[in-house]
């Protein structure tokens, strides 16, 4: 009985402290880590808590792969002379296999996001999933876009993993943000 005293206590010590004592240190997000010289607080949240909260947990290292490819940068990319062996040979490969609609067709701002997985022969498992488009983006320039990434998989599927790197990213999602940013002019837009 007395522990539980104790524990009740401490929470509602926390409690009590604003939310920005609770979530802040340093003017950074209280996340604890072994190399904290002095304790910290991780971030967490309260039933006291007068809105609704979801923890904000900050991973050192993500754990998921995303990649954008710029239309402006195409002239840039280039295929990997080898098998792919890092995240970084896979992207390379990705941002390369891209080529945008012609600029006479191009519809300047729009951005298209795809999400797919490979196997460890380096074949997409099933067709890549559609997951954003551009707000008032036509119809048909929606589907030249689709159709300039589907030609991508198409010219470089299935790709050449090493042994190392298809057994660890087999099966988990890639998305990918591909970005109209060239003008009219053939400059870069911001």
Not at 139 to 159: E, G, M, N, V
Request: hydrophobic share 35%; with cysteine.
């Amino acid at each position: 009985m007395r522990v539980l005293t104790i524990a009740l206590a401490g929470v509602a010590a926390v409690a009590s402290l604003p939310s920005e004592a609770r979530s802040l240190r340093n003017g950074a997000p209280a996340v604890c880590s072994v190399f904290d010289a002095e304790p910290c607080m991780p971030t967490f949240c309260s039933v006291f808590d007068a809105h609704p909260c979801v923890p904000d947990v900050q991973y050192p290292i993500g754990q998921d792969l995303r990649l954008t490819v710029e239309s402006s940068r195409i002239g840039q990319y280039k295929m990997p002379d080898h098998d792919l062996n890092t995240i970084g040979d896979l992207f390379a490969s990705l941002r390369a296999c891209w080529q945008p609609p012609q600029l006479a067709a191009a519809r300047e701002g729009t951005q298209m996001s795809m999400r797919f997985s490979f196997n460890r022969g380096g074949s997409l498992i099933g067709p890549p999933r559609l997951t954003y488009v551009t707000k008032d983006t036509p119809p048909d320039a929606r589907q030249l876009y689709r159709d300039s990434i589907d030609a991508a998989f198409k010219r470089c599927a299935p790709l050449h993993f090493t042994k190392g790197l298809g057994g660890a990213i087999a099966g988990r999602p890639i998305a990918v943000r591909y970005v109209e940013n060239r003008s009219k002019e053939g400059q870069p837009t911001p």
